[in-house]
Nanobody, 112 residues
């Protein structure tokens, strides 16, 4: 299973970015959930948004998670803040819950 994430970059505060993630090597019926996590320097990886449960409180009203097709996931990030700076990872869990996969990460840098 491969998760290919893209769309990161450097923006000024208040700007927008759209992250994309495409899953391959897994059949649709095996996908239980997909989501986005992020990890800032010196901090633990945290959940940003999950297609089933929505977005975290810290990004509510600014970020939107959506699915293009069964294997494509997006994260629309608006009104970005410097504290959103992190490496963002796409995540996929199988329906059985037995396996979990991670993308390679895409860097998001927000300057003030």
């Amino acid at each position: 299973v491969q998760l290919q994430a893209s769309g990161g970059g450097s923006v000024q505060a208040g700007g927008s970015l759209r992250l994309s993630c495409v899953a391959s090597g897994i059949i649709t019926s095996n996908i239980g959930s997909m989501g986005w996590y992020r990890q800032a320097p010196g901090k633990q990886r945290e959940l940003v948004a999950d297609i089933s449960s929505g977005v975290a409180d810290s990004v509510k009203g600014r970020f939107t998670i959506s699915r293009g097709n069964s294997k494509t996931l997006y994260l629309q990030m608006n009104s970005l803040k410097p504290e959103d700076t992190a490496v963002y990872y796409c995540n996929c869990k199988t329906y059985s819950g037995n396996s979990e996969y991670w993308g390679q990460g895409t860097q998001v840098t927000v300057s003030s």
